[in-house]
């Protein structure tokens, strides 16, 4: 339930309130058969409940709120009707219907096409003549400084392509569009024309009805005890590996207040309540959810108001939102430090549903914003103050999608402050998930098998619930836009060795990665921090441009321990089989061979993008660091049936070094008394110092010339500091994971979650050289096929940019649109500054224009490389012309056997910033 309070009031910019802190809503444990709610000239909105929960339903779903509700509907439209909402409380009583209503388009198309389906299915169902209070008001969001305007126009330029109707604005047409605004400190802003408000509470209570319509049942006051699950005999096989499967563990049923019932799928839509629920079976399920309070206040109505129509509008820079409720005016907020609720200690606080002083000073500086942003309000007094606890996520993204530990277990939870923005959306996506058995399109981002048991740690959580509610309306710089809570949980042994030496840390999937070094750090000074954000160049170019060139002309040393590991085991024949279904690429290589390769969905798309090796006894498969949990499922529920084979995941047990550029032989030889003359692609293994079975491979991840070392980790230390001591004669030095991405974006090597997903093919990326079409069969062959003998419609290409200055232009930074001769065609995925090029260079699908307006279009090269054509790239609203490319650039190439025994990195020591330095002095000498 919300925590409300009444009878305040505000008088100048001081916040006072009068009165005991009263809670003015009242609960109540009566069970009704038929809740009915009405309104005038609307159709009747009724919601049976069953007084008995029946003894088998095909789907139970947990939470009658507006989520759960949401997918009860669109099962009932896909045609399902033995449907069971079950509820601890009431039916379309939960926290979700007290949201701000506000749907909002502004934001990136995998977020913004659910959106948008849930403007236009409440657009329909109010037409039907149900009363959602439906209204487009459209939304000003408003820029108090340089840089958010840069951003809004950066996003503007980005989504308008795309069919989102939205202006940049100065403040004069801003206060035409709202006169209640005081833009005195606005820099700018932008208006989105199709933004919508709507009455939350009763969206909920129409999806509720038309599910019942079509044969759904609620059974309130029947909380959950058990989701019961059963273990097939096959599992037994599969007790080595490190995780338990969902092909495996099945939902059977559950366990309520009201007594239990079989299931084929359960549903968890308990909003804060999921992660509990999670933990309720046997095994339990990874549900990450932040339950944090979250607040709005409101106004009481003001005559002047009346009969207006006012936009939404939202202060990014005092993380506040305001939107008119009829004659009044609403504040909601996204707190720069947000409040955790912690759930396990729910009803033990007698007090526990007051609002308390502390709240009110925890808001204050948010009120205050309000008074300055709309003046009005300094005198109008507070009607209502409302807490609702909602359930936030670790990256602030929504949870969807089947749990990798148990089959038929879907979650669709983390609403991040708004269930209404995403409800019809998010609903009709697990819905459809469930009925064809296979995710919808761009849920990548969203799929629970983003995250791993780490992010289920309640103190991990309670951490990093403080940061992700501020984080949705923070200024998303590029590079440094990493979190400051929830740190430090996955590193490697050399981690505090690099944090000395002066790395500068970023964070994926838990682990502690080195973006760059800072060569100023001396080992006795606090940890190097990442600076403040830029639009423009990052102050720390030149240190990055130092690590580049170290890999290009001599060596450097890098930890990617952050990879996901694993080991595939088995008879001989039987693991081949298995990996040739998988791999569209020839994994019957040779003991010592290294295979690069793809895993595809049944459409072609990425489902894993890796390296396997294989070994005498076995497979070994990295892959990337987000896909620890995600592809460790996708091979487990494609396990023959027969135990023949088992998986395990060792990412933590080997620390990654990687030797990279020519000089990397001759250090490696020194190193390991060994001949390191080796073929691409291949490994073996070695001894390196005291250390015994190294496997070494002849792959690196940017292209150039050298080794990437698997070590078993109890080693890793000693083998680091050996390679800093012997390596000083050759130049090394530490290189981050920011000069490999220049690296492989300026050699136009596409990575995965960038260019690479489940939405993407070997053929529209480039890699159709890695798919061996020759194989009797693979997953996606068919679909791959048919591809290459149709054409793409879609194409990675690279652009160059032909006229940037790196030192003062704002810089691309992914997401960016793209036109051929004035005429849209994709947008940037990645992009980087190519040192050896001199020149920016991003990496973007293309798309015919025909496709985009609805005629599917092959991908012809002449069109794509006809020398008449200009394309361009749109950044923050200005076109910089560009040149596209369909093949990596010709860069020079210093291999490992063409360096001078006395040759040193050009630029090494000193480093490029040193260098600057003394020249800037000696032109400032007199």
């Known amino acids: 339930m919300p925590v409300v309070t009444r009878g305040l009031y505000a008088s100048g910019n001081r916040v006072r309130w009068r009165g005991a802190f009263k809670n003015n809503l009242s ?48 099962l009932v439209k896909r045609g399902w009707s033995d449907i ?18 506000v749907l909002g388009l502004f934001r990136p198309s995998y977020e913004r096409r659910l959106v948008e389906y849930c403007i236009d299915l409440y657009t329909d169902l109010q037409k039907e003549g149900y009363d959602l209070g439906l209204e487009l008001c459209g939304s000003v969001n408003i820029a108090t400084t340089k840089d958010r305007m840069i951003s809004l126009r950066r996003r503007a330029s980005s989504y308008r392509p795309t069919g989102v109707e939205c202006h940049v604005i100065d403040k004069a047409e801003m ?3 709202h006169p209640y605004l005081n833009t005195e400190d606005v820099v700018g802003g932008v208006w989105i024309p199709q933004d919508a408000c709507v009455d939350a509470g009763k969206v909920s209570e129409v999806f509720a009805h038309l599910a019942c319509q079509g044969g759904a049942k609620f059974v309130s006051g029947c909380g959950v005890k058990e989701v019961l699950t059963k273990t097939d005999g096959s599992a037994i096989g599969n007790m080595s590996m490190d995780h338990h499967s969902n092909k495996h563990i099945t939902v059977t049923g559950v366990k309520t207040e009201k007594g239990t019932i079989s299931c084929d799928y359960f549903v968890n839509c308990a909003g804060i309540w999921a992660r509990e629920i999670g933990r309720m079976m046997k095994p339990p399920v990874k549900i990450p959810i932040c339950p944090t309070e979250h607040f709005f206040l409101t106004f009481q109505p003001r005559r002047e108001l009346y009969n207006k129509k006012l936009p939404n509008v939202r202060d990014y820079d005092s993380r506040i939102y305001l939107r008119q409720m009829e004659s009044a005016i609403m504040l909601g907020v996204f707190e720069k430090t947000a409040r955790p609720w912690d759930v396990t200690r729910h009803g033990q606080d007698v007090d526990w549903k007051q609002i308390k002083e502390e709240h009110w000073l925890h808001l204050e500086p948010y009120i205050r914003a309000a008074l300055r942003r709309i003046p009005i309000l300094k005198e109008t007094p507070y009607d209502f103050l409302m807490n609702t606890p909602d359930a936030f996520t670790p990256d602030g993204r929504w949870i969807l999608g089947e749990t990798p530990e148990v089959a038929r277990y879907f979650v669709c939870a983390g609403m991040n402050g708004n269930s209404l923005q995403g409800a019809g959306g998010v609903g009709k996506s697990v819905a459809d998930w469930i009925v064809d058995g296979v995710a919808p399109k761009q849920m990548l981002r969203f799929e629970v098998q983003r995250f791993t048991s780490l992010h289920n740690n309640s103190r991990f959580l309670n951490e990093r619930s403080r940061e992700v509610v501020g984080r949705h309306y923070q200024l998303h710089y590029p590079i440094v836009n990493e979190f400051k809570y929830g740190r430090k949980i996955r590193t490697s042994p050399i981690y505090s060795e690099l944090e000395a030496r002066g790395a500068v840390f970023g964070e994926r999937m838990g682990w502690e990665r080195a973006l760059y070094f800072n060569p100023n750090h001396h080992r006795e000074d606090p940890p190097s921090e990442l600076p403040a954000g830029t639009w423009r160049k990052p102050e720390f170019l030149d240190h990055i441009e130092d690590e580049y060139l170290v890999c290009r002309e001599g060596v450097g040393l890098m930890d990617m321990s952050s990879f996901a590991k694993f080991i595939i085991r088995g008879e001989e024949k039987s693991v081949i089989a298995y990996l040739q279904k998988l791999c569209s690429n020839d994994v019957d290589v040779s003991v010592g061979g290294v295979v690069p390769t793809g895993m595809q969905n049944e459409k072609g798309g990425y489902e894993n993008d890796c390296l396997l090796i294989r070994r005498d006894n076995s497979f070994f498969m990295v892959s990337p660091t987000q896909q620890q949990t995600r592809i460790l499922e996708f091979m487990d529920n494609h396990l023959p049936e027969d135990n023949s084979i088992s998986l395990q995941d060792v990412t933590s047990m080997y620390t990654v070094l990687s030797l990279i550029g020519p000089k990397s032989k001759d250090l490696m030889e020194e190193m390991s008394g060994s001949d390191m003359t080796m073929h691409p692609f291949t490994y ?10 190294v496997m070494v491979l002849a792959v690196t991840n940017t292209g150039e010339p050298g080794y990437s070392l698997y070590i078993p980790s109890e080693f890793a230390l000693q083998i680091y500091d050996n390679f800093m001591k012997i390596g000083r004669d050759y130049g090394i030095r530490n290189v981050g994971h920011l000069a490999m991405r220049m690296l492989r974006i300026e050699k136009f090597i596409p990575f995965w979650g960038e ?14 050289f890695k798919v061996k079409f020759d194989k009797e069969y693979f997953i996606g062959k068919e679909a791959l096929l048919k591809q290459k003998n149709e054409g793409v419609q879609k194409r990675l290409v690279q652009f ?96 490992q056997e063409s360096v001078k025994d006395n040759y040193k990195p050009k630029k090494h020591h000193p480093t490029v910033q040193l260098l600057k330095q003394i020249q800037l002095r000696e032109h400032s000498s007199p």
Request: hydrophobic share 35%; no cysteine; aromatic share 8%.
């Open 27 to 74: 609960s109540t444990n009566q069970i009704h058969s038929k809740v009915s709610f009405s309104s005038h000239q609307s159709k009747q909105v009724e919601i049976t409940e069953v007084a008995e929960l029946p003894k088998h339903a095909q789907v139970v779903i947990a939470g009658a709120g507006m989520i759960g509700n949401s997918v009860a509907y669109h």
């Open 84 to 101: 069971i909402i079950i509820d601890k409380g009431r039916v379309a009583k939960g926290t979700s219907r007290y949201g701000s209503g």
């Open 175 to 177: 206060t035409k569009l």
């Open 684 to 693: 073996k293994e070695i001894n390196v110092g005291y250390a015994s079975g």
């Open 755 to 768: 260019e690479l997903s489940a939405d993407t093919t070997p053929i529209e990326s480039n890699k159709t």
């Open 800 to 895: 160059q940019f032909e006229e940037f200055n790196k030192d003062q232009d704002i810089w691309p930074w992914g997401g960016e649109a793209i036109y051929r001769n004035g005429e849209f065609v994709g947008f940037t995925s990645s992009t980087a500054y190519g040192f050896t090029l001199q020149k920016m260079v991003a990496l973007g699908f293309v798309r015919h224009p025909a496709t985009i307006a609805g005629s599917p279009t092959p991908m012809d090269t002449a069109w794509l490389t006809d020398k008449s054509a200009k394309w361009s790239i749109d950044v923050a609203g200005d076109m910089v012309p560009v040149t596209a490319h369909l093949h990596p650039p010709n860069l020079p190439i210093i291999t």
